[in-house]
């Protein structure tokens, strides 16, 4: 029995099969009405949707037989995608390849095999739609073209079900984040409106510091509604399509100095010392946009769960480990984050705790943060390493990454 070599390109092939995120899914109709027809046009007892996994192939549609997969290394359909065209084999108990295989002489009892690889926009094939049978036969051309077509919309309707697939996580999300804005704008928004008709009706008579107070508080809260409503726009650019994303140099220390600008106010009346370690401008490959959201929410953040007169540093450092790559870290020593919620803050909305204040925070800005990274072809993590407060790292690319 011959083993089907690994395809050429295969660790890219495999790429493509995972990202279409079907291997193990259930039944669907559309695809079994596709396997039916194959059978029935070509006159075969069994036809297959198979897909070539690392060490199996795993039959997301089937008709006329039980089995859900098989071992690669007996997998007829390991052979065929290594082909471009319509793999035949007319009667496998006289071909030397396969006539000792269990499926040969075995149930199935395959003697007849004819599959057509399903090729991705990629141009890798992930697997084949095959049509067997336990007598030997041949197919005639109307039957091949058939089978071919028949191939070409699998193809069509996984990635059809991929799209769905996203667009309905992207709805959900979408609703989500509308859901999270409406709530979180409301105390702000609620806050700038009272503060500002108190003014309105007592501007006269408001002795001078409570004047000084109640303005301090309105810039505070419109610094958390401009907060939110940028993280909101930018989180919409950047789901809208890859393309929105510009990856281009930008300076690192221009990006951290316009956030401190922004929350000057916030960090002068806590009296925060701000401990910059960037020796040198540094350039990394990031969208302004993003970056400036990123590092806008991890500032707010350090000062937020700062204490009076605290202190916040940030550095920029070569990878030690990866070239072309720089780490960029925000630490505090304030409270910390809680063991509990360590593991999920860049990965989803996560309820806040409590600022040095009393003060409930916003759940939603680290969740983005990650998203926002990610984007940008970086990392971000907490360093649990750092005991004295929060230090959160980012890993970007240099304009010299190949």
């Known amino acids: 029995m011959d083993i089907a070599p690994l395809h050429p390109n295969e660790e890219q092939r495999m790429r493509e099969l995972l990202k279409l995120e079907v291997l193990d899914t259930e039944d669907e109709k559309a695809l079994d009405d596709l396997t039916r027809l194959a059978s029935e046009l070509c006159e075969t007892e069994i036809s297959l949707i198979s897909l070539v996994d690392h060490n199996r192939q795993w039959f997301k549609s089937k008709h006329g037989i039980q089995a859900t997969e098989t071992p690669r290394d007996l997998a007829f359909c390991a052979h065929a995608i290594l082909q471009e065209d319509l793999f035949v084999v007319e009667n496998a108990i006289e071909d030397d390849r396969f006539s000792d295989n269990p499926l040969v002489t075995e149930d199935p009892n395959i003697r007849f095999y004819a599959g057509s ?135 690192v220390s ?20 701000i401990d910059n370690t960037i020796h040198e401008d540094v350039i990394v490959m990031s969208d302004s946009s993003l970056m400036k959201a990123v590092i806008r929410n991890l500032f707010a953040n350090a000062i937020k769960y700062s204490h009076e007169n605290g202190q916040i540093s940030f550095s920029v450092i070569p990878h030690p480990e990866i070239q072309n790559k720089v780490i960029v870290s925000i630490s505090d020593h304030g409270v910390g984050i809680p063991e509990d919620k360590r593991e999920m803050i860049f990965k989803e909305r996560v309820s806040s705790q409590e600022d040095v204040s009393g003060q409930e925070g916003f759940g939603m800005g680290l969740s983005i943060c990650g998203e926002f990274i990610r984007d940008q072809q970086g990392e971000i993590y907490l360093d649990l390493t750092y005991k004295d407060g929060a230090k959160i790292d980012i890993v970007l690319n240099t304009p010299d990454v190949k």
């Open 254 to 273: 221009q990006l951290i100095q316009e956030t401190l600008e922004l929350l000057s106010d916030e960090i002068e009346r806590k009296s925060i010392c």
């Open 117 to 251: 690889p399903l090729v991705t926009a990629s141009g890798m094939p992930i697997g084949t739609l095959c049509v067997i049978d336990s007598k030997p036969k041949s197919l005639n051309e109307k039957q091949k073209m058939v089978l071919d077509v028949l191939s070409q919309q699998v193809v069509s309707q996984l990635e059809l079900r991929l799209k769905n697939k996203y667009l309905n996580r992207l709805n959900k999300r979408s609703e989500n984040a509308l859901s999270i804005l409406a709530h979180d704008l409301r105390s702000p928004f609620s806050g700038i409106l009272g503060l500002s008709n108190m003014l309105k009706k007592k501007w006269d008579t408001l002795p001078q510091d409570k004047l000084g107070r109640m303005i301090s508080e309105i810039n505070q809260s419109s610094v958390k509604v401009y907060g939110i409503m940028d993280d909101l726009l930018q989180w919409c650019r950047s789901k809208s399509g890859s393309a929105y994303i510009a990856l281009k140099p930008n300076s």
